[in-house]
């Protein structure tokens, strides 16, 4: 069996999706939320023949591929996130690459030479990589309305993938894969009526709603932090308004917390646009961070430590 194990966000959605639209293969399909990064633990390593693994950090994931990899299985591994110690094997094929500016996409779209660059394209906005996009969007010769379609696709694909669980999402993510594998060019999402575009459009207008009004609880030169409750609308929107925020003061950082059920936080950091560096450094400091550069989360920050965590990003960002 075939297994493509991918992230839940429109980075690991569209890499899959340019990979499969280039090559089709039945494959079991292993995803979740984007804050669920261990994902190869779920691999048959009895069953499995060959994996993908797109756009999860292999820093999350080592002793489970150290496995797969022990069993003589094939593993195409591709990925821009904190890799740590990556294993010798024959069987392992890498593009990896961390840079601030790349994403798992845009990787696969230099593997495919631009086959199906209007979907990396859509990928690298929803990454928030969104002066890379306008770059590639001019050099493809798309319009303005074009690139701003692609820019709204790619981040409500983002959108869809930020919750707790599954229940938190419009659509798992699974199934928003196989939906959008329907489609050729993004293009074609567009003019299709009843396609998922419209789904989530909606249900982020309705979730935007709520953090139109917010302000941030520390505010400073140096970082804007926001609360957000414990509410499914709060965990939608997260990434999404981290990444909104960045874009409006890109020489601040930004960090959103977000309040889970057992009272933890989940915390989403995006340093500033204009220094993408840092946000995982920071983020690995505490128990259940990890990311990249540019954009990094920690999945259960207990209260007693909120000091602690704006001590840590200021000191990062500070001069």
Excluded at 121 to 127: K, L, N, S, V
Excluded at 136 to 149: D, E, H, I, K
Excluded at 233 to 240: D, E, K, L, M, N
Aim: proline share 3%; charged share 20%; hydrophobic share 40%.
């Amino acid at each position: 069996m075939n297994y493509d194990v991918f992230n839940g966000d429109a980075d690991g959605i569209i890499a899959l999706l340019q990979l499969r639209l280039n090559e089709p293969k039945k494959a079991q399909l292993i995803t979740g939320v984007k804050r669920d990064n261990n994902l190869l633990k779920h691999v048959d390593i009895q069953q499995a023949r060959s994996v993908v693994a797109l756009d999860i950090s292999m820093e999350k994931n080592t002793q489970a591929l150290q496995a797969i990899l022990a069993n003589d299985i094939e593993v195409f591994y591709c990925d821009h996130h904190r890799t740590g110690e990556v294993p010798v094997s024959a069987k392992l094929s890498l593009l990896v690459d961390t840079a601030p500016e790349v994403c798992t996409s845009l990787l696969i779209n230099e593997l495919l030479e631009n086959r199906y660059i209007d979907w990396a394209i859509t990928a690298a906005y929803g990454d928030n990589l969104v002066s890379r996009a306008d770059e590639l969007a001019l050099q493809q010769g798309l319009t303005q309305s074009q690139s701003t379609f692609l820019c709204e696709l790619g981040t409500l694909i983002n959108y869809n993938g930020y919750g707790a669980s599954l229940a938190d999402l419009h659509f798992d993510p699974a199934v928003l894969y196989q939906a959008l594998l329907q489609y050729e060019s993004p293009f074609a999402v567009e003019a299709d009526e009843e396609s998922v575009f419209y789904t989530l459009r909606q249900g982020y207008q309705a979730d935007h709603q709520n953090v139109s009004q917010l302000v941030p609880f520390i505010s400073n030169n140096t970082c804007e932090i926001y609360q957000l409750p414990c509410e499914g609308w709060a965990r939608r929107i997260s990434g999404v308004f981290g990444n909104e925020l960045a874009n409006r003061n890109p020489d601040k950082a930004h960090a959103v917390l977000t309040l889970n059920a057992d009272g933890s936080y989940m915390v989403s950091v995006r340093a500033p646009l204009n220094n993408r560096t840092g946000a995982d450094e920071v983020c690995v400091q505490f128990a259940t961070g990890g990311g990249r550069k540019a954009a990094a989360g920690i999945n259960q920050l207990p209260e007693v430590v909120i000091n602690q965590f704006v001590d840590v990003l200021m000191s990062q960002y500070q001069n």
